[in-house]
């Protein structure tokens, strides 16, 4: 059975960080690209940040450049969004996602609220 399980997520004040986790289960996680959408109230869902199944490329949206980075430990099964200088804007459920071919998978979300 996949499972793909986020957390890390919560309230935080502009200019601060957080560190979400999703973690993989039921699958080959090594073997696919992974990555992190956002869906904030009333727009659609977008797409944050991927990391190719090596963890070699990786490509961010151009709101998160040079503030969010993505990485993954394939040992862990497990891929990781470091979120700095967040901002209000930043407020949204994230979701990771696995893909490959055809395949993809998604997690049940974890709300990222930024506000003071």
């Known amino acids: 059975q996949v499972q793909l399980v986020e957390s890390g997520g919560g309230l935080v004040q502009p200019g601060g960080s957080l560190r979400l986790s999703c973690a993989a289960s039921?699958?080959?996680?090594?073997?696919?690209?992974m990555s992190w959408y956002r869906q904030a109230p009333g727009k659609e869902r977008e797409l944050v940040a991927s990391i190719g199944s090596t963890g070699a490329a990786t490509n961010y949206a151009n709101s998160v450049k040079g503030r969010f980075t993505i990485s993954r430990d394939n040992a862990k099964s497990t891929v990781y969004l470091q979120m700095n200088s967040l901002k209000p804007e930043d407020t949204a459920v994230y979701y990771c996602?696995?893909?490959?071919?055809?395949?993809?998978?998604w997690g049940q979300g974890t709300q990222v609220t930024v506000s003071s």
């Open positions: 996602t696995a893909v490959r071919s055809t395949s993809r998978h």
């Open positions: 039921g699958f080959t996680f090594s073997n696919y690209v």
